[in-house]
Structure formats: structure tokens, C-alpha cells
């Protein structure tokens, strides 16, 4: 299962979220794509529910919203991709939302904290930019990949991380007021590079689905 934090369905977060899809399915998996702005959620409300010893919504979210039936679904998953833009250094907020809600409600509040979630699987996770990947660094934007890694790995199973850099944001330079991009050098790295990141996308879903 793939889930796309992007709000557009067709650009350089969904055609990645795809191509790992494409991979997986390379391996005989049933793939989908679910488009987080599709469905209508909030993060979490704190209301502890999925933390309350006996009661009947631990180690699950009580929230019955859209979430509610992808989170049964993720349960039963033999994978996951998670895809977002990188939005003032980090996931969209409806990236961000769903991850509250997915996995606050498997972490345990122990020491060390253990997991609830009922099954370990893999996880990818695609993030895309416009910065390149000497700025991702300057900027210390791998400190969020890093941390996101270590956490689905702890609460889920497994996890890797790609980051597609320098990215195409708009089909005509021309229109919009961005003089900070050379278009053409946009296009060409469009062209040249992209490709690269779409097999190593695909190359995920095919280790994803492996495992
Ligand atoms: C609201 C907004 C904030 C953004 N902030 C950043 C940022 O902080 N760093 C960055 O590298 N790119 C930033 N970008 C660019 C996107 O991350 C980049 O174009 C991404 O590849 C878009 O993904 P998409 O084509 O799947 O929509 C921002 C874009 C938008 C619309």
C-alpha cells in the first residue's frame, strides 16, 4: 500500500509512489495508492483511548474517521510506502497528521517502548524536494528522515528511506515568479536524473515486496 502525501496525484511524489508500486507488483504483490488529501481525517486528539488498559479501543485509534478502515487495512498489508513533498523541511501536514495517527496508537509508553502493532512489515518512505542534496544537508532536513526511519522501524518492522532532490515543481517555469530556479537546468535534471530516482523507487517496492 502506498500512501501519497502530496496534494497532487500525478507529479513527482505519486509517479515515485508508483513506480515502488510497479516494483512490488514486479514481485507478484497487489498493489494500491491512497491520496491522504482524498480522505478527510484530522491528527491526533490526545484523547488516549488506544492507551486505556482494558478498554476497548487499546492499541487501536478510537477516532472513527476516513483513517479508521486503512488503518484495518494496514493491518493486514504485507507492506507500506509512505510519499511526501518536503513542506518547509518537513512532510505535508496531512503527511504529518496521518503519521500521528498511525503510530501513536501502537507505541507503547514503556521503558523501553515496545510495540502493539500486530504484524511486522516493511516500510519505504519517498520524500521529494526541491533543494539539492547538498542543502537537504546544510539544512539538517536528514535529522527528521533519520528520526522517521528509526520510529517505523521500532513500531512497524522495517524501514528505508529515499529522497528524490532537486525536483520539476512546475510544468511551466515561465508563468510563475521563481527566478531562483534555472529552468532549464530544471528540465534537463528532470530528464537526466529523475529516471534514476523512478528505478530506485521501483527498486524499494521490489525489496519491499521481498520481504
Ligand atoms: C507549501 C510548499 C512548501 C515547500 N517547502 C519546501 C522546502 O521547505 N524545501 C524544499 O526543498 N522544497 C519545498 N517545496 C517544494 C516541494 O517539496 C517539491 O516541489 C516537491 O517535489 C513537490 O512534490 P509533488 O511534485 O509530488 O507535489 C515546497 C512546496 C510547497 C508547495
Redesign the pocket.
Known amino acids: 500500500m502506498a500512501f501519497n502525501g ?3 496525484k500525478q ?4 509517479t515515485l509512489l508508483g513506480k515502488a508500486l510497479e516494483g512490488a507488483a514486479s514481485k507478484g504483490a497487489e498493489t494500491e495508492i491512497i491520496h491522504l488529501y482524498d480522505l478527510d481525517y484530522k491528527g491526533c486528539i490526545s484523547c488516549f483511548a488506544c492507551k486505556t488498559i482494558g478498554g476497548k479501543s487499546y492499541g487501536r485509534c478510537a477516532v472513527q474517521d476516513d483513517l479508521a478502515p486503512v488503518f484495518n487495512r494496514i493491518e493486514q498489508a504485507g507492506a507500506i510506502v509512505l510519499g511526501s ?5 518537513t512532510v505535508t501536514g496531512e503527511m504529518k497528521s496521518f503519521m500521528e495517527r498511525l503510530l501513536f496508537q501502537y507505541t507503547t509508553y514503556t521503558d523501553p517502548p515496545g510495540s502493539l502493532f500486530p504484524n511486522k512489515i516493511g516500510t519505504g518512505f519517498i520524500y ?4 539539492t542534496e547538498e542543502i ?1 544537508k546544510e539544512w539538517g532536513y536528514a535529522v527528521n528522515f533519520n528520526r522517521n526511519e528509526a520510529t517505523l522501524r521500532r513500531i512497524l518492522g522495517g524501514s528505508e528511506y529515499m529522497c ?1 532532490f532537486d ?1 520539476y ?1 512546475f510544468d511551466d517555469y515561465s508563468k510563475v515568479l521563481a527566478t531562483r530556479f534555472d529552468p532549464v537546468k530544471k528540465k534537463q535534471r528532470h530528464e537526466e536524473v529523475f529516471p534514476l530516482d523512478c528505478q530506485k523507487a521501483f527498486d524499494m517496492g521490489v525489496r519491499l515486496a521481498g520481504k
Open positions: 502530496s496534494p497532487r507529479w513527482n511524489t505519486a513533498p518536503i513542506y518547509w523541511g521529494t524536494m526541491n533543494v537537504m528524490s525536483t515543481q
